[in-house]
């Protein structure tokens, strides 16, 4: 019988030496801590509540990437049946928008101005991290809202000779698209298809300023568990066909205080951009 308790003793001990000697850490695989040597969980793991995401903006012609490196080309065809090419594309977006599962948004205060020919401008940090988490889309003002199109407010924007005339509605543009065209008497021609956060009908004598950005939203289901990178992409052939098939014969120039015309360029931006790929 002692031999027996001795024996006993010894087993105990030895299985307590053996659970005792596993190497303790983070066991969850989705932990930044994880550790695959560790044998035991010990309460250790430390998981992300926020990153920081970056919004790449590239551009196509429906379907055809387009690069500064394109522009002066008349390589394109819109809805009429233009010919044309690109020779400026700048606009400006504010406000970014996550849209989350349980159907509320996060909501990003700031602004920043796309412009083709600055590689620099095709990234936008964002000015405040991300929570980690699960949404249904990506959404931003396209222009200014009324509270933040304040005539004069952003000296960058000044610099760049982004502001509209006061006449017009003042504060800023919200897209300068310029190109050229083959017209119906075979020449080519130039055209400025500028758009306007604020407008007001000159012609009719209108004294009131009219509200004329856009909110745009866009569907895409996707999660977050740290940095990200989000790819918003412009199908620039959609500024002239959804919903208004735009004519550049009769639509070309001049078009800042054409009141019915800014209205139909900012009904068209609705269809412009969608949320490509997304990396982390």
């Known amino acids: 019988m002692k031999t027996k308790h001795i024996t006993f003793i010894l087993s105990a001990a030895t299985m307590l030496l053996a659970t005792s000697c596993k190497k303790k850490g983070c066991t969850d695989l989705t932990a930044d801590n994880y550790s695959a040597e560790a044998e035991k969980d010990d309460g250790s793991c430390e ?6 995401v970056t919004l790449n903006f590239t551009h196509n012609f429906d379907g055809t990437p387009v690069t500064a490196a394109d522009f ?25 928008r996550f849209y989350k599962t349980n ?20 990234s936008y940090v964002l000015p405040k991290m991300v ?17 933040d199109n304040v005539d004069g407010a ?18 800023y543009h919200q897209l300068k698209f310029e190109g050229r065209f083959i017209d119906m008497n075979s020449d080519t021609t130039g055209f400025q298809y500028h758009n306007l956060s604020t407008i007001r009908q000159i012609n009719a004598g209108d004294t009131t300023f009219h509200e004329n950005w856009a909110n745009i939203s866009m569907n895409k289901t996707f999660s977050t568990t740290g940095d990200a990178n989000i790819e918003i992409k412009m199908d620039i052939k959609q500024w002239f ?11 070309y120039t001049m078009l800042m205080p054409n009141y019915d015309a800014q209205i139909m360029m900012t009904q068209n931006a609705y269809s412009v951009w969608s949320v490509g790929d997304i990396t982390e």
């Open 154 to 171: 952003y000296t960058d924007l000044n610099a760049a000779s982004w502001s509209s005339p006061m006449m017009l509605g003042g504060g």
């Open 47 to 52: 998981y992300t509540t926020e990153g920081q």
């Open 131 to 147: 929570d980690v988490g699960n949404y249904t889309g990506v959404g931003f003002n396209y222009g200014f809202n009324a509270e």
């Open 103 to 122: 159907g509320d948004s996060l909501y990003i205060q700031g602004y920043h101005l796309i412009d083709l020919e600055d590689d620099a401008s095709l």
């Open 241 to 251: 066909e959804n919903p208004n098939t735009w004519m550049l014969d009769s639509n």
């Open 72 to 96: 002066e080309q008349l390589n394109y065809t819109n809805l009429n049946g233009d010919v044309l090419s690109i020779t400026k594309m700048q606009y400006l977006i504010s406000d970014v």
